[in-house]
């Protein structure tokens, strides 16, 4: 089992809607999590970190973590065209930051 | 501060060949790492470094090498270049304190090697 699982996409969702990126890890102390956006062509971007259980807010995005399912996802609200993007999953287990292999969003406008 | 700087940016190796990415940050950073993303994957974890003299595997070091003899300087070795290494590279940094963090690392802008 890969260490960071995401859903696969590519995912497709109109201008104005809510886009919805999904993670789970397999390793049970992880404590640090984190989104990350990628336009093509550039480095990854921190958009959203998140460290308890439930959910945080920031602006147009929400993290939530659920531990005890090792699940964490992302929603994006009001999606814009220039959020069209890679999205990647990170998790810091130890020392390392593991990411997953991303979830590629477009948004129509 | 000049942040994280990867040269070359772009780069065509021949099969067989040998090369090395240089990555520096001037931010006096202890941990540093290498990463590699193939079209349409994530980032895999290729070597990272906690200090000068400290280098540890990552999740695909098969094909590479490093070395940190200085803070500031984390390069990375391709030895016998094969098709299969083509991808990007990003070099990235964490601040002290912030070990571990992805809050606060910092990427270069990555280097694009083809391997023909």
């Known amino acids: 089992q890969k260490e960071v699982e995401q859903n696969s996409g590519p995912l497709s969702v109109p201008e104005g809607a809510i886009a919805s990126l999904n993670c789970t890890y397999s390793d049970r102390v992880s404590q640090s999590f984190f989104w990350y956006r990628q336009y093509s062509g550039k480095s990854p971007e921190l958009i959203m970190s998140i460290y308890s259980n439930g959910d945080k807010e920031d602006g147009r995005f929400t993290a939530q973590l659920n531990k005890a399912s090792q699940y964490v996802s992302l929603l994006i609200r009001d999606s814009q065209p220039s959020d069209s993007a890679t999205y990647l999953c990170a998790v810091r287990p130890a020392r390392q930051l593991t990411f997953g292999s991303g979830t590629q969003l477009t948004v129509l406008p | 501060n000049a942040g994280v700087t990867q040269t070359p940016k772009f780069r065509i190796l021949k099969i067989g060949q040998s090369m090395t990415l240089q990555c520096t940050q001037d931010?006096?950073?202890?941990?540093m790492y290498w990463y590699r993303q193939d079209p349409g994957m994530g980032l895999k974890l290729i070597y990272y470094?906690?200090?000068?003299?400290?280098?540890d595997k990552g999740e695909v070091p098969n094909g590479y090498n490093v070395s940190r003899s200085t803070t500031e300087d984390f390069p990375l070795r391709l030895e016998l270049a094969a098709p299969s290494q083509t991808s990007v590279y990003f070099c990235?940094?964490?601040?002290?304190?912030?070990?571990?963090?992805?809050?606060?690392?910092?990427f270069g802008e990555g280097s694009w090697l083809t391997v023909v």
């Open positions: 990235a940094s964490i601040p002290p304190g912030a070990e571990g963090s992805g809050n606060t690392i910092y």
């Open positions: 931010m006096n950073h202890n941990y």
């Open positions: 470094s906690v200090g000068a003299g400290i280098t």
